[in-house]
């Protein structure tokens, strides 16, 4: 019979292994070919689509900030001594309205004010670190910046603002204005790229920031900490376009990027390699499926009949028949497993003998059926009671084991106090046996040895004394 078994396995094996060879070789090849035409055609062409709708979707956004920032009513109502707010805070809001935006604003540096489309808001201080944009657009030698902050006039809102310089014709800085894209939407319009084009696109920043992404998490991070390749991020931010690629946590990436001029940003596309695998692996499921249809078939069944007769076996060599536990013998093997680790540790080892009081009166007064019950139910209340890490056992009669590793004295003595409070207040035990049912527990600690036959002496010592102080107690070993 073993004989057949083994040639079975072997002539299953035999036969997968061929087919897998050959289906391996075909998914290589297909991988290589499906490689090339993603690096050279179908990223570059997704870079194309995404960069003329980044274009029409930030690009006019920005050439209204543009306007603004150019408009004559605007110069003139600063150096007119910003009379009549109403009129801003009008000219503001048709702005918004007109062109969609999530907000639009302006801020004098004559009286450092700064309005929005519903009045003033507040005014601008080199002290509010809110404010640091606006005296960083003041350095800077362009006439425009876009940044990511919060928005106070929209309940602090992550918002995409837009901001230009306003200045006189010869060059007198006035002030700021601007558009604000609620970040919301435009990481949905990446989201929307993504879905559509399968790919990971984000705009970088000329110093390395990530400005926008399909996810609302990583705005803070820089292209370096996407990356984590220096050298990667020194050419994408030199260059004005190029393919990539770079391995990150055992995942490698394909990069296309390109410069947009006219936002000052670097639109990234970004795909996983194994996405080709993913394309790739339903029909080589396929392949493998048929070539595996009846091998498998044979070595499941093989395999469920092998683990029927061990499972049997085990059970009877291994398993209390009545409570299903652990015998003594396979509670022996367990504590010899158990002690090698805490052999190396050094940590203590606690081990419970748990004794029912009183259980040939139960026998009596009820007879075996009802004291088989009863030890069944105690069973199933101290498995429910153990740890993940702990073992439990019946160590004979109407006497039970516990292990508990990693567990000082003062540890196991809580853990068998709950145990005896937990029996003892049960409803089923109660109904069992009215006259109540409860446990004596001896509880010992080894440190060193780890001897499980001075171990049982000590702990059963422990349990003889509880029985001595009236039973329905714990008691733990000196």
């Not at 990971?200 to 926008?212: A, C, I, K, Q």
């Not at 695998?277 to 070595?299: N, S």
């Not at 046996?433 to 527990?441: D, E, H, K, M, R």
Request: charged share 20%.
């Amino acid at each position: 019979m073993k004989f057949k078994q083994r040639m079975l396995v072997v002539v299953s094996l035999l036969i997968i292994v061929g087919f897998t060879l050959t289906a391996s070789v075909s998914f290589y090849l297909s991988r290589q070919a499906a490689l090339d035409s993603l690096v050279e055609h179908e990223m570059p062409l997704t870079s194309d689509n995404i960069y003329a709708e980044v274009q029409r979707d930030l690009i006019k956004p920005r050439t209204v900030s543009s306007f603004m920032g150019n408009d004559t009513f605007l110069e003139d109502w600063i150096l007119g001594g910003e009379q009549d707010p109403t009129s801003v805070t009008r000219y503001l809001n048709e702005i918004k309205q007109k062109y969609g935006a999530f907000t639009a604003f302006m801020v004098s540096d004559l009286t450092r004010n700064y309005y929005h489309a519903e009045g003033l808001l507040k005014q601008v201080s080199e002290s509010d670190s809110r404010d640091d944009w606006y005296f960083h657009l003041r350095q800077i030698p362009g006439d425009s910046e876009l940044n990511l902050d919060p928005d106070l006039a929209n309940g602090d809102e992550l918002t995409i603002f837009i901001n230009f310089k306003i200045h006189t014709s010869d060059g007198t800085f006035l002030g700021a204005t601007g558009l604000g894209l609620n970040l919301a939407s435009i990481t949905q319009t990446f989201s929307d790229y993504r879905e559509r084009y399968g790919n990971n696109v984000y705009l970088v920043t000329p110093t390395g920031n990530l400005l926008l992404h399909d996810r609302s998490t990583p705005f803070s991070e820089t292209l370096f900490q996407k990356i984590g390749i220096q050298s990667v991020v020194d050419q994408v931010l030199s260059q004005p376009e190029g393919r990539f690629s770079y391995v990150k946590d055992g995942t490698t990436y394909l990069l296309n990027t390109r410069h947009i001029e006219e936002l000052n940003l670097i639109l990234c596309v970004e795909a996983e390699e194994g996405q080709v695998d993913d394309a790739l692996f339903p029909p080589l499921f396929i392949t493998l499926f048929v070539c595996f249809i009846v091998t498998g078939v044979v070595l499941i069944l093989l395999l469920k009949a092998i683990n029927h007769y061990q499972q049997e076996l085990e059970g009877v060599a291994w398993q209390d028949p009545l409570t299903g536990l652990l015998n003594r013998r396979a509670f022996t093997e367990r504590y010899e497993r158990i002690k090698s680790s805490h052999l190396r540790s050094g940590k203590p080892l606690a081990l419970l003998m748990i004794d029912v009081d009183h259980f040939k009166a139960v026998n009596d007064h009820g007879g075996h059926a009802l004291g088989d019950k009863v030890l069944q139910t105690i069973a199933q209340l101290l498995n429910s009671n153990q740890r993940p890490a702990d073992c439990l056992g019946r160590w004979g009669g109407e006497e039970f084991i516990l292990l508990l590793p990693e567990t000082d004295l003062e540890q196991a003595r809580v853990i068998a106090e709950r145990v005896r409070l937990n029996l003892e207040t049960d409803g089923l035990l109660a109904t069992l046996c009215p006259q109540g049912v409860t446990l004596s527990i001896g509880v010992a600690v080894e440190q060193d040895v780890f001897d499980l036959d001075a171990h049982v002496l000590a702990a059963d010592t422990a349990l003889y004394q509880a029985k001595q102080d009236g039973r329905n107690c714990v008691r733990t070993a000196e």
